[in-house]
């Protein structure tokens, strides 16, 4: 008896102590079958907007299609007649400069500002809300006002200020050249002070010790900035600079409110070469062989940009 008694007591343990485990484990798997419906919908708009869409349009980049009748296989014609197409080419080395410039000029200019927006002065606020709102008006707006100001005629903002001092009009928007400086030039004012909040952000959660640490050791502001405040600041460089580089490559408001791409193909972007390709010229073949070569450049340079950027980090970090 002793032993039928000793033998029963531990299996009804066991089945005791069992009971509560498999009710953890059913409650684990409840939450994350709960977890998966919530995710579904991403996955579902992820594949219907973004998967979908790319599969038809490298199917189509194959393709002889006007969005109407049936599309031919032409094989790597859309490519050939891309390669050899110069208002192609001119969108594509102006898309390049523009993103690359932006990102540059834009960050040599953001990080000083931030850094005087954090000081301590008379009108702060305000002051950083005079930088910011270029950033809340929509950047097409704002194309359309400095279509204005730029206007190559007599009567624009700047040629009538300068008219007074005796110096003729600048064809700012009719020449090649000084029209793509004037789009890289708006676009590099309406970006700086959004990313100069970026950076006023990441500065202000800098511990402030180790710069009283620095300046008791005798550090200048500049050593201060090149070796403290600079290596900080790069996770912000990161996260800018990304963000400036993929909207420099999709960019098509700006350039378009301010010259449609003109004068000729000088600030036509290959935003709006697809655009005109697909609707414009109903070519959907040729369109979308631009929208794969444009989607492939993009992941690289950002692709580039992000590895450049992490090994920055975990020097500096």
């Known amino acids: 008896m002793a032993n039928a008694t000793t033998t029963a007591r531990p299996t009804t343990l066991r089945r005791v102590r069992t009971v509560p485990v498999l009710r953890s484990r059913f409650r684990r798997s409840r939450e994350g079958f709960a977890a998966y419906w919530f995710v579904l919908p991403i996955i579902v708009v992820f594949i219907v907007l973004y998967l979908v869409p790319m599969a038809q349009s490298l199917y189509w980049s194959f393709t002889s299609y006007d969005g109407y009748t049936t599309p031919k296989f032409t094989g790597l014609q859309n490519y050939a007649r891309i390669f050899s197409d110069p208002s192609m080419l001119s969108a594509l080395g102006f898309t390049l400069g523009y993103a690359i410039a932006t990102t540059v000029f834009v960050t040599l200019f953001a990080i000083p500002l931030a850094m005087v927006l954090n000081r301590r002065f008379v009108g702060r606020a305000f002051v950083r809300s005079v930088f910011f709102f270029p950033a809340v008006p929509s950047v097409a707006l704002l194309g359309l006002v400095w279509t204005f100001i730029l206007s190559p005629l007599g009567s624009g903002v700047i040629n009538s200020v300068i008219g007074k001092l005796g110096v003729p009009p600048v ?3 009719s020449d090649e050249t000084l029209a793509q400086l004037s789009v890289i030039l708006v676009a590099v004012w309406a970006q700086t002070g959004w990313h100069a909040m970026l950076y006023l952000a990441y500065l202000q959660s800098l511990p402030s010790d180790i710069f009283e640490a620095a300046a008791i050791d005798g550090a200048n502001r500049w050593q201060q900035f090149r070796s403290l405040t600079l290596p900080l600041l790069t996770p912000a460089i990161t996260v800018s600079q990304l963000l400036l580089l993929t909207g ?18 000088a600030t036509r972007t290959l935003t709006q070469a697809i655009i005109e390709n697909g609707i414009a010229q109903s070519d959907i073949g040729k369109a979308s062989a631009l929208s794969v070569l444009f989607l492939v450049a993009v992941g690289l340079i950002i692709a580039g940009q992000l590895v450049i950027s992490r090994r920055l980090e975990e020097r500096y970090s």
Request: hydrophobic share 40%.
């Open 171 to 173: 064809p700012w928007l």
């Open 248 to 265: 420099g490559l999709k960019v098509y408001d700006l350039p378009f409110t301010l010259t449609h791409g003109g004068p000729g193909f």
